[in-house]
């Protein structure tokens, strides 16, 4: 995997494994075992809903272990007047001269959809580093290419 994470991305995965091994593992088996009281197990609905539920919460703490135990660590100490993990950055489409909003973070937490660009997207890999004022050119791929102008950074 080698995802990139901050230490506070991993001391936050840690904080949902803990949670997950010491709170929701009991409540899940509790209720496996509850269910599993119903009778017939090949027509029990609630038996089959709580043994899905109990291997996702499973699943979901291997894969977070996973990703701890293969991260790049990446520290997010860039210089308050630059674009780094863990700032906004409103930046003006050259193209159109549409302004948007972007929060850099890492692979992990990355969701285009709310504004949210991985350092490892083509706009985040261009923007690091850069300065207000500063013209990027982004590349998307050999052929497609776009650029930006970084209008202010914001820290969070």
């Known amino acids: 995997m080698n995802n ?3 230490r506070a991305d991993i001391a ?3 904080k949902e494994i803990e ?3 010491v709170e929701v593992r009991k409540k899940l088996l509790e209720e496996v075992k509850r269910t599993r009281a119903f009778g017939d ?3 029990n609905f609630e038996y089959h809903e709580a043994k899905k539920a109990k291997n996702e ?3 979901r ?3 977070l272990e996973r990703m701890i135990r293969t991260a790049r660590i990446i520290e997010d100490d860039t210089p308050e007047d630059e674009v780094g993990v863990n700032k906004s950055v409103t930046v003006r489409m050259e193209q159109n001269g ?4 972007y929060t850099i973070v890492t692979t992990v937490k990355g969701d285009a959809l709310k504004g949210l660009i991985s350092v490892e997207s083509p706009l985040g890999k261009a923007l690091l580093g850069h300065k207000t004022g500063d013209r990027v050119l982004v590349n998307v791929s ?3 290419s776009y650029e930006v102008t970084v209008l202010k950074i914001h820290n969070i």
Request: hydrophobic content about 30%; aromatic content about 4%.
């Open 61 to 63: 703490i291997r894969y």
């Open 142 to 144: 050999a052929d497609v």
């Open 4 to 6: 990139e994470l901050t």
């Open 12 to 14: 936050e995965m840690e």
């Open 41 to 43: 197990l090949s027509e």
């Open 98 to 101: 549409k302004e948007a909003t």
């Open 57 to 59: 919460n499973e699943s």
């Open 19 to 21: 949670h997950r091994t």
